[in-house]
């Protein structure tokens, strides 16, 4: 029988793994993340999460990284709602975000960003310095071209605040 520290740390790895995989499910094919095992080891594998969804690896890399935009904007503010409806408050935080739900959330936010820089190196080098340089200079993306992941995490705390603050998910 495994304590109640174990239970509770792979019950929140377990929701942390799945709001990754919701919001990453388009990025699949480029990237390899973290399976949950019946151990406290993890392997990776794209294959071992859901073999045969999203976009076959032919899918153009643009046409996914718009997919994964727009599943970003749904699927995360879902994920973090959800988040927010089980876990009504923020223990220990007082609301301010550090408690339990804080800790989820930020995981989450945080491999998202981590699972979109591994695709921008799997679609190549050139694009991400690009991005990179972009962002230095203070700009914007631009049309059609990929976003930086400063940019992608600027916009998942935005859609933190807004679902804290009863923005966009009811």
């Known amino acids: 029988m495994q304590g109640i520290d174990q239970v509770l740390r792979k019950t929140c790895e377990n929701v942390i793994e799945h709001g990754v995989r919701v919001v990453c499910q388009v990025l ?31 899918a153009p890399p643009r046409q996914a990284e718009t997919l994964f935009r727009e599943s970003c904007t749904r699927e995360f503010r879902n994920v973090v709602g959800k988040i927010k409806l089980y876990l009504d408050f923020s223990v220990g935080g007082g609301g301010t975000g550090i408690g339990t739900r804080g ?23 050139s ?28 916009m998942l705390s935005e859609i933190v605040e807004q679902v804290e603050g009863g923005v966009g998910y009811s």
């Open 127 to 154: 694009q991400v310095v690009k991005v990179k340089k972009e962002e230095e200079e203070g700009k914007e993306e631009g049309e059609g071209e990929f976003m930086g992941v400063g940019v992608l995490g600027r």
């Open 103 to 125: 800790v989820l959330v930020r995981h989450v936010r945080e491999r998202v960003v981590e699972c979109y820089r591994e695709f921008l190196d799997a679609v190549g080098q």
């Open 28 to 58: 699949l094919p480029w990237v390899s993340l973290p399976v949950a095992s019946s151990s406290s080891s993890t392997t990776t594998g794209t294959a071992a999460l859901n073999p045969g969804s999203g976009p076959p690896l032919s």
